[in-house]
Each structure stands twice: as structure tokens, then as C-alpha cells.
């Protein structure tokens, strides 16, 4: 365990310390700021919910960008080599890297937290629904973060990772509408297999186990074919 | 020797490959036939099919043995081992987590934490789907191929889905009309998202409407053996239960219905008697002076355990009907509640139109929204109540009202007016004497409920804040169904918030240039430490 956290720390390092990071933050939080301040000007509601719901756009976008380094970066600056041979499992490595990537996705949404503080000190929020849509928002964000270490995982291009992540997050994203082209009952598959489709609930303030349980598999098993891959590195 | 092996292997050569071709025709003679069911029957068509695949299988069998030296090579190596194994455990992962998937989706729970719980179903339908004793098939007929319907087939599921996961005698289908338009032409479908209830094989309830209150309404609808009948007293220039204009009460009669009652029209006059299917009896503002004979009938009716609904309203002359209700403990006054810091402000009738918030007293009154009375008679208990009576008040002003009796001129509050807070409403229970005739039935009791105001549960008025649900509740009291009394409507607006001048700006302005500055800042921060260190 520890080895994974040493990992983690490592990595998250070179997170903060890389101006990438910062320009994703800058960006992200203006974004969100632009959204937050426009969609509550105009609606007057005390609710997050359009501005999450961008926020799922923006991390579409941004995650790819955020992953595509973790495992991809080390072929390309050839370290890997000296990743695989240290005292540490294929596991601990995949798992150290989405660790710090998580951590980073938290700081990120950390720096909405004073969106929901303005909306106490002008209205009256429910803070269980905000509470809710957090915890969704996070799991989603928690999904693109294990589909980008995996396609990390499968180049040693920062580009292709890149962009590879960004297609197969947007191919999930999209499925609802190829499952419409099929009709029920195969259209209801399709939706279920959808990465936000499991939003609606958590952003109403309903926890369902059944999208915990889609988020959670999902998450684990990217991670399981990230550490797959990383094995296959292992025999060249 | 070997020439013969050469020529045997030349021939299973011809052979295979013979096989992929034949194969390959086959399919493709299955594929071009499907399309020309003229000239191809369907059997046909599927029999080429199997025997194309069945082709192909033996193809590649066959080109399998003849490279088997290969395979056995490349198998030896631990490279395709380790593939192997790692493909196994990757799709038996996949299937675990796909199984887990199913699963979850099919035995999951929910919890809604919001603050009204707006996406629960209400206690009274919790109520309503512990008490089913039977089984009831929920079909909703849609089409899944409309975009435009997706909004409304989503609400429809929603809804039902709840009312599944909560009782598990709730049997909910979804039937695509198009997909299956039999099913569809056998319960007379004729829109899109028609929803109907069936107990059993019995009758097909339609649901009118996908709000809660349209759902469980048609469940009660369903469970129900008989249907109560609501009778609305004709012929004193009462309140039309027909009449959609502003003063009538159409709007009252279909939430009755709504609520599985019958509704019809009573002369009094005409019929010897009040009928025996009638469960309430309903007098709404009358005009005109009762007969005698009708107040018989009446009092007949309420005698033998009958429930009556009487409304009233300012007006000048007497029908006989206000004192004809004293033997039930309630007085009428002749008056007009004005209510000076109370009153709606947009009914039209200024201060006349008290509103009422709180209701102290009874309890089908207790978790009512604001209400409101333009033009009402204020109403109390008889100092003596007759023998067996027993009254306690439903709605109440504030204590600003007063009850104005010079019904000319300028109102003013002066000695003659009764003094707030005045009672709008009263709800009479009537325990029969033990001392009955003894060729009496089993006595059994009678319920009153006296209204100083019937423009609440007209057309105009009864849809505005509690109202409905008022008229809807004390009716229920009146047939003692509890379990009816109507499901206030979930407020799903999340609330507003009001800006001062300036701070939207303030909002804009931190979110947007402060905090991302702020990161910047922490950026460079960092970066000039580094170069420190």
C-alpha cells in the first residue's frame, strides 16, 4: 500500500508542479465561474444543477488532457523502463497514478465549493441535493479519469492517448442516441450503458444503488484493463 | 509415396477451399433472398442460412488442421499462454462486471434525500399500495419511436417505476403500440401514454393525467368494489355541477370523479326521496327557498346516517335553509366576513375574500396549504347543541375579521358585527339516540359540514392555493374515506433567490476573475519556490 501511495504523491508532484495543471485549473474555474454567475443571474434559483451539468461537458474535455501523461508520459520520456523493474506491482502502479489523477479532479472540483456558499448566503439551497450532485459529479469525473489512464496505458503518443480517451468518453456518452436507432428493448440497454444517463438521479437528489454500482464497475473495470496493459508492457 | 500425399493434400486443398466458397455463396444466397421473399420463401431463406454457417464452421475447421502445425508452434510459446489466460480473465472480469450490472439494476433501492421529497411517492399512496390485497396489472401503452413523446414516456416510467419498487403487487408494463398493436387494439387504445389498471381480469381503469395524485386516485379507482354517488342539490339557483363558467362547479365534479365518485344532479322536489346509492348530498349556495317537503327529504336522509355537504354565501332574503340547519348545531349568520389584513388580494373581492393559514382544529384540515373565501358568511356553534350533536370548527379566520351585517353602505366594524376570530367552516357529527325505535335498523352516524362560503369550490376560485384540496377533504371526512383525502402536489421549483443591486456583479466578478486568479497566483507561487529551493 504504501508503494501505491508513493506513486500517488510522486505523481501528483508532478502535477503541481507542471504549469499544465494550472492552466487546466485557470481555465476550468473560469469556465465554471462564467457558467455559475450567467445560469444563476438568469434563473435566480438557489440549485447547481446547470452548472454541473456543464461541468460534466468540461470534463469531457479536460480530462483527456489531464490522463493522457500518467502512463503514456513515462514511454515517451522513457522512464517506464525503470518504473517496471522498481519493487512495485503492475497494480500499485495504475492504481497510484488514478489515485493522484482522483486527487487532482478533487482539488478541481474543491475550487467550485464556493459556488454552493454564495447560493447559502443569497437563498436557500438544499444542501442534500448539492450534496448529491457532488458525489455524481465526482463519479463521473472519477469514469473519465479511468478511461483516460487507459488509453494511457495502451500508447506511448500523448496525443493519441489523448485523443483516444476523448473518443471512447464521447462514445459513451453518445450512446442513447445509437440505441435509439435499435428501438426498445435494446434502446433501454443502451441507455443504461450510458456514463450520464446515471447523472439524473444523483442531480435530483436521489442516490440509487443501481448507479453507484454502474460508476463503480465501470471505474473498476477500466483500472482492471489499465493494469492488463501495463502487464503486456512488461513482456516487450 | 509422396506424390500420393502430395496429391491427397492437393485435394483436401481443392476441398477447403471449395468449402469457403460454397459457404460464402450460401450466405450470401440467404442474404439476397431475404430481401426477394417473392421469388425466395422465408423457410427457404433460413435453411440456406444455417447451411452457409454450418459451411463456414467446417471451412475453418479444416483450415484449422491444415495449419495445425502452426497453431501448435505459436501455442507452445509462453507469449500466447499468457495472452490466452490474459484474455480469459479479462472477459470473465467483463461478464462479472456486467452480471453485477444486471443485478444492481434489477434489485436496487433508493433514497431520495431531498427536502420534500419530491421524488418519493407521498404517505397517502405508501398508505393506499400496503392495503392492496390484490394484484393489479399496470399496462402503459407508448411509442418509443416518437422523439417527441421521450419527455412524457419518461415521466410515465418514473412514476410507475416508483409505485413498483414500493409494492411488489404492482405489475408494471411498458407495451410499444407500434411494436404491438393487437395488444394495443385490445384495451381500445387511442393515444399515446394511455396507462391502464386492471385488477385481475376485471374492468380497465384509465389513468387520467401522470401526476401522482392521477395514479393512485385510479388505483383506489381500481380497488374499489362499488362507487359512491355525489348528489348535487338542483332547482334554488344552486351552483351547477355541469357548468364550466366562473360560478359553477364543474371543475369540483371531475376532481370527484377523480376520486372514483359518481356524480349526478337531485331535484328534490321530483324524487320522493333522496336515492339510496347517494353517499353525500350536496347544497351549493342556494337561492331560493326550500319547500318543506323538501327539508323533509333532507333530514330523512341525513336522519339514517346520510351525509350532507351545505354550502352557503352572502345574500339578501332568507331560502329557510340557514335556519333549517340550526337542529344540527350550526348557525349561519347574516353576514360578510371582511377581513382587513388577511385577504387575497386578487380575487376580485378586496377584503371580502379572507384567507386563512392555519388550521388548529380538525384533521382533515391539518397539512392544508393557504385557502381563501371571497364572499362568506361567518358560521358558529349553537350556545345549546341538540341532543347528540357534536361540532368542532374546520376553518377559522384571523382575528382582524369581522362579520359585516349592514350589508349597505359603507362597511365599518361596529357592535352589531360578530368579532374575529370567526369560524368559515364547521363539521357536525350526529350519534343517533340509543333509545331508537326498536324495528330500526342499526343506528348508524350522521355527518354535516356547514360552509358561510361556496365560491371557494366554484369553477372560478377552486383551484387557487388549498382550495381544491379543502373541498376534496372535507368531503372525504363526510364518507369517512381517510384514506382519499387528497395528495398535495410536491412544490418542484427549487427555490429563488432575490439580488440586491450589485451583487450579481459581486458573484460574477469573484467566481470568475477571483478564484481562477487565485489559482494562478498559488501556481506561481509554487513555481517561485521551486526556483528558490
Redesign the interface.
Known amino acids: 500500500m504504501a508503494k501505491l501511495w508513493a506513486i500517488a504523491s510522486r505523481e501528483l508532484k508532478s502535477y503541481?508542479?507542471s504549469?499544465l495543471?494550472?492552466v487546466v485549473?485557470?481555465i476550468f474555474?473560469?469556465i465554471?465561474?462564467?457558467f455559475?454567475?450567467v445560469i444563476?443571474?438568469q434563473s435566480?434559483?438557489?440549485?447547481l444543477?446547470g452548472m454541473l451539468q456543464n461541468l460534466a461537458v468540461v470534463f469531457l474535455l479536460t480530462t483527456p488532457a489531464l490522463t493522457m501523461s500518467l502512463i503514456a508520459g513515462e514511454r515517451s520520456r522513457s522512464t517506464m523502463e525503470m518504473l517496471l523493474t522498481s519493487p512495485v506491482t503492475d497494480r500499485d502502479i495504475v492504481l497510484g497514478k488514478y489515485m493522484a489523477s482522483l486527487m487532482f479532479l478533487l482539488f478541481l472540483v474543491g475550487?467550485t465549493l464556493?459556488?454552493p456558499v454564495?447560493?447559502e448566503i443569497?437563498?436557500?439551497?438544499?444542501w442534500?441535493?448539492i450534496?448529491?450532485s457532488y458525489l455524481g459529479t465526482i463519479l463521473l469525473g472519477a469514469t473519465f479519469l479511468a478511461v483516460g489512464l487507459l488509453a494511457s496505458s495502451w500508447t506511448s503518443n500523448l496525443i493519441v492517448a489523448m485523443l483516444s480517451a476523448f473518443g471512447l468518453m464521447l462514445l459513451f456518452w453518445l450512446l442513447p442516441a445509437v440505441g435509439n436507432i435499435f428501438?426498445?428493448p435494446y434502446?433501454q440497454a443502451f441507455e443504461?450503458m450510458s456514463v450520464m444517463s446515471h447523472q439524473e438521479?444523483l442531480a435530483?437528489?436521489?442516490?440509487?444503488?443501481?448507479d453507484i454500482?454502474?460508476y463503480l464497475?465501470?471505474i473498476?473495470?477500466c483500472l482492471?484493463?489499465a493494469v492488463?496493459s501495463v502487464?503486456?508492457l512488461r513482456?516487450r | 509415396m509422396q506424390t500420393q500425399d502430395n496429391q491427397r493434400a492437393a485435394l483436401f486443398d481443392k476441398v477447403v477451399l471449395g468449402l469457403g466458397i460454397l459457404g460464402i455463396v450460401l450466405l450470401a444466397a440467404a442474404l439476397g433472398g431475404s430481401y426477394l421473399p417473392k421469388y425466395v420463401p422465408a423457410k427457404v431463406a433460413l435453411y440456406l442460412r444455417y447451411a452457409g454457417w454450418v459451411t463456414v464452421g467446417l471451412y475453418v475447421l479444416a483450415t484449422a488442421w491444415q495449419n495445425r502445425g502452426w497453431i501448435a508452434d505459436v501455442s507452445r510459446q509462453r507469449?500466447a499462454r499468457?495472452g490466452a489466460n490474459?484474455v480469459a480473465?479479462?472477459a470473465v472480469?467483463?461478464a462479472l462486471?456486467g452480471f453485477?450490472?444486471y443485478f444492481?439494476?434489477k434489485y436496487?433501492?433508493?433514497?431520495?434525500?431531498?427536502?420534500n421529497k419530491?421524488?418519493s411517492l407521498s404517505d397517502q399512496t405508501k398508505k393506499v399500495l400496503k392495503e392492496l390485497k390484490e394484484d393489479l396489472t399496470v399496462t402503459a401503452f407508448v411509442s418509443?419511436?416518437d422523439h417527441r413523446f421521450q419527455g412524457m414516456n419518461r415521466q410515465i416510467k418514473d412514476l410507475w417505476d416508483q409505485y413498483a419498487y414500493l409494492s411488489p403487487r404492482i405489475k408494471f408494463k411498458?407495451v410499444?403500440v407500434d411494436?404491438d398493436p393487437s395488444v394495443a387494439r385490445k384495451f381500445e387504445v387511442t393515444r399515446y401514454g394511455t396507462v391502464f389498471i386492471q385488477r385481475g381480469e376485471g374492468k380497465k381503469i384509465e389513468v387520467q393525467g401522470t401526476s401522482e395524485q392521477d395514479a393512485t386516485s385510479a388505483i383506489l379507482k381500481a380497488t374499489q368494489d362499488t362507487q359512491k354517488v355525489v348528489y348535487f342539490v338542483q332547482g334554488h339557483g344552486e351552483a351547477d355541477p355541469e357548468s364550466h363558467e366562473e360560478p359553477g362547479m364543474g371543475q369540483a365534479k371531475s376532481s370527484l370523479e377523480k376520486q372514483n365518485y359518481q356524480v349526478k344532479k337531485l331535484s328534490l322536489l321530483t324524487e320522493k326521496q333522496v336515492p339510496a346509492d347517494a353517499a353525500v348530498v350536496i347544497v351549493a349556495a342556494p337561492k331560493k327557498p326550500f319547500y318543506p317537503q323538501e327539508l323533509d327529504k333532507l333530514g330523512a336522509f341525513v336522519k339514517q346516517g346520510g351525509r350532507l355537504y351545505a354550502m352557503l354565501a352572502p345574500q339578501e332574503g332568507d331560502t329557510g335553509f340557514e335556519k333549517w340547519l340550526t337542529k344540527y348545531g350550526v348557525t349561519v349568520r347574516k353576514d360578510v366576513v371582511i377581513d382587513p389584513q388577511q385577504f387575497h388580494p386578487y380575487s376580485g373581492y378586496g377584503e371580502m375574500a379572507p384567507v386563512v393559514h392555519r388550521y388548529p382544529y380538525h384533521e382533515t384540515t391539518q397539512r392544508l396549504a393557504a385557502t381563501f373565501f371571497p364572499l362568506s358568511r361567518s358560521v358558529s356553534a349553537l350556545e345549546q347543541l341538540p341532543e347528540g350533536v357534536s361540532v368542532s370548527p374546520l376553518v377559522e379566520t384571523s382575528e382582524f375579521a369581522w362579520g359585516e351585517t349592514n350589508l349597505k353602505g359603507q362597511a365599518k366594524q361596529d357592535a352589531a358585527d360578530a368579532k374575529g376570530p370567526l369560524k368559515l367552516a364547521m363539521a357536525a357529527t350526529l350519534t343517533p339516540p340509543a333509545s331508537a325505535s326498536p324495528t330500526a335498523l342499526v343506528a348508524k352516524e350522521s355527518r354535516v359540514v356547514v360552509f358561510g362560503n361556496t365560491s371557494f369550490a366554484t369553477n372560478q376560485f377552486i383551484l387557487g392555493g388549498g382550495n381544491g384540496d379543502l373541498f376534496l377533504n372535507a368531503l372525504n371526512w363526510l364518507t369517512e374515506q381517510s384514506a382519499l383525502v387528497s395528495i398535495p402536489s410536491k412544490d418542484t421549483?427549487?427555490?429563488?433567490?432575490?439580488?440586491q443591486n450589485g451583487?450579481?456583479e459581486a458573484?460574477?466578478f469573484?467566481?470568475?476573475?477571483g478564484?481562477?486568479l487565485g489559482?494562478?497566483f498559488?501556481?506561481g507561487f509554487?513555481?517561485w519556490r521551486?526556483r528558490s529551493a
Open positions: 503541481f508542479a504549469p495543471a494550472y485549473a485557470f474555474t473560469a465554471e465561474g462564467v455559475f454567475s444563476l443571474a435566480r434559483e438557489a440549485t444543477q475550487t464556493v459556488f454564495i447560493l443569497f437563498g436557500k439551497p438544499d442534500a441535493v450534496g448529491t428501438g426498445s434502446s443504461y438521479n435530483r437528489g436521489v442516490i440509487d444503488t443501481a454500482i454502474y464497475s465501470f473498476a473495470g482492471f484493463l492488463r502487464e503486456v513482456w | 507469449r499468457s490474459s480473465a479479462v472480469v467483463l462486471l453485477g450490472n444492481g439494476a436496487h433501492k433508493r433514497i431520495d434525500v431531498t427536502e419530491k421524488f418509443n419511436n411498458i410499444d411494436r421549483a427549487p427555490k429563488t433567490i432575490d439580488f451583487q450579481v458573484v460574477f469573484t467566481t470568475v476573475a478564484v481562477p489559482l494562478v498559488l501556481g509554487v513555481w521551486r
